[in-house]
């Protein structure tokens, strides 16, 4: 992290560097774990756009009575879900190549929140189709038995849940939006591990929580000693209709 005095000479020093003929687009990979988890996705904007201040980068502000650099996120992230694969793209006005950029970031961020990649992309946001999680679920009864159970219940249609739409609340059978679904029981932690692949597209986004409550609906999970038993969520990677590489 750059002293106050150092801060002032670097922004002195971007104003002299070669102005872009237009904003050009760099895209950000990071991630999100850990206690940053709980962060709402508001939250994570406003951290953004601090960082990118304290970071002294030549970012493109908007015009008008209320100049602000625009910041996209990628699909957002449920609170209390980690990840290693979110995506933000920003705009900047003049020369700075993207591992500076990656650079000068993580120099004011920390482990949890913390920049992998810079680059420019090659996809637009509205391509992703897919997302794949890991998680892992402590709950009273868990074994083989109950692994399978849940392996059965996740992979036969239909199975109906209420979703948030945004034309309000509906229940959908949720199965066509499970790409692929993997349950087992990890005897060392006693716990249960569900590898999964869900719709993650603008229109037809399925949250992985969804997966706990049929759980917990339909087969008495997380039902248990609500101090001991706990589930975690890890997204993994983010991909296109075809399952390829979002980029």
Not at 192 to 221: D, F, H, R, W
Request: some cysteine; glycine content about 4%.
């Amino acid at each position: 992290m750059l002293p106050e005095s150092q801060k002032l000479i670097e922004k002195k020093r971007l104003k002299s560097l070669p102005e872009l003929e237009r904003p050009l687009t760099v895209r950000l990979k990071f991630r999100k774990i850990g206690s940053l988890q709980y962060i709402s996705h508001l939250d994570l904007q406003r951290t953004f756009n601090r960082v990118i201040v304290r970071a002294c980068l030549p970012v493109w502000y908007t015009k008008g009575f209320n100049p602000h650099a625009k910041l996209v996120f990628s699909t957002p992230l449920s609170v209390g879900a980690q990840s290693v694969c979110e995506y933000l793209d920003i705009r900047i006005d003049r020369e700075m190549s993207c591992e500076e950029i990656k650079e000068r970031l993580n120099g004011e961020l920390t482990n949890e929140l913390f920049i992998t990649d810079a680059y420019i992309p090659k996809n637009d946001f509205s391509e992703i189709a897919w997302a794949s999680y890991d998680m892992e679920i402590y709950t009273d009864g868990a074994d083989d038995e109950m692994a399978k159970n849940a392996q059965a219940l996740l992979t036969s249609s239909p199975l109906m849940l209420v979703k948030r739409t945004k034309s309000g609340e509906k229940e959908v059978d949720i199965i066509p939006m499970i790409s692929s679904v993997s349950v087992s029981f990890d005897d060392e932690r006693q716990t249960l591990k569900i590898k999964c692949v869900l719709s993650a597209s603008s229109t037809e986004y399925l949250n992985p929580e969804m997966l706990i409550t049929a759980l917990k609906q339909n087969l008495g999970v997380m039902s248990g000693d609500p101090a001991l038993e706990w589930y975690t969520i890890m997204r993994t990677d983010l991909m296109k209709k075809d399952m390829s590489e979002f980029k």
